[in-house]
């Protein structure tokens, strides 16, 4: 049974700074991995997609790498900002192509001013 | 991409009520899903919403509580019937554009459901 788990569960910054939030999963046999950005009482945004053939995905100041042999992803933001604070997810396929993903717990970050 | 519209986007309902929950997806999607998020949680899902056919359920959650409709593409509903406050959560339409492995899924803003 897939499980994910991420760490820490939560993580305060001073603005400025970079940073990096870990995912691990415990099947490997994944064909994708994704992560999201949750703002308190809010719906997912998507962040990065990263396909299990790809190592790493970058969009802005996010890069998101995946080492599917030993069930890890990493998700650095760069020059952290007080408008990045919100809890971030990372998600995997569940058994099969149902679509279904199983989430870890999220990571709740806050960056101060 | 796509964007994914819920109604309501919160409510406040009383204990033994139903509540239906709307989801409208501005393109055509392949498949939908319904999460739910419990206060403090990460999302859990409750089931595949299958087009024109009964849902498919997760291990926990059955149709008689949490009834689920699809009629076209592009739009579903979930209804949390006779409620208890432990039902207070956020509820999450999902959907993902087509079936290959590649496709990024969607997901909506939510319905914050509150049960007295």
């Known amino acids: 049974k897939q499980e994910v788990t991420q760490i820490p569960a939560a993580l305060s910054v001073p603005e400025g700074e970079n940073l990096v939030l870990n995912c691990s999963f415990t099947?490997?046999?994944?064909?994708?991995l994704q992560w999201f950005r949750q703002d308190p009482g809010k719906g997912l945004t998507s962040l990065l997609l990263i396909q299990s053939s790809q190592r790493e995905q970058t969009s802005g100041r996010l890069n998101a790498s995946l080492d599917k042999s030993s069930g890890r992803s990493t998700l650095y933001i760069a020059a952290s900002q007080p408008g990045d604070s919100a809890t971030y997810l990372c998600?995997?396929?569940?058994?099969?192509?149902?679509?279904?993903?199983?989430f870890g717990q999220g990571t709740t970050l806050q960056v101060k001013p | 991409s796509a964007v994914i519209s819920q109604k309501p986007s919160r409510d406040i309902c009383q204990r033994g009520t139903s509540l239906t929950i709307q989801c409208q997806v501005d393109?055509?999607?392949?498949?939908m899903f319904w999460y739910r998020q419990q206060p403090g949680q990460s999302l859990t899902l409750i089931a595949t919403a299958n087009q024109g056919s009964e849902a498919t359920y997760e291990s926990g959650f059955v149709i008689d509580k949490f009834p689920i409709s699809r009629p076209n593409l592009t739009f579903s509903t979930l209804t949390v019937s006779n409620m208890s406050p432990e039902d207070s959560s956020i509820y999450l339409c999902?959907?993902?554009?087509?079936?290959?492995?590649?496709?990024?899924?969607?997901f909506g803003p939510g319905t914050r459901l509150t049960v007295l």
């Open positions: 998600a995997v396929p569940g058994s099969s192509n149902t679509g279904k993903l199983i």
């Open positions: 099947d490997s046999a994944i064909y994708n």
């Open positions: 393109s055509q999607v392949t498949m």
């Open positions: 999902s959907a993902r554009l087509a079936g290959g492995q590649w496709d990024t899924q969607y």
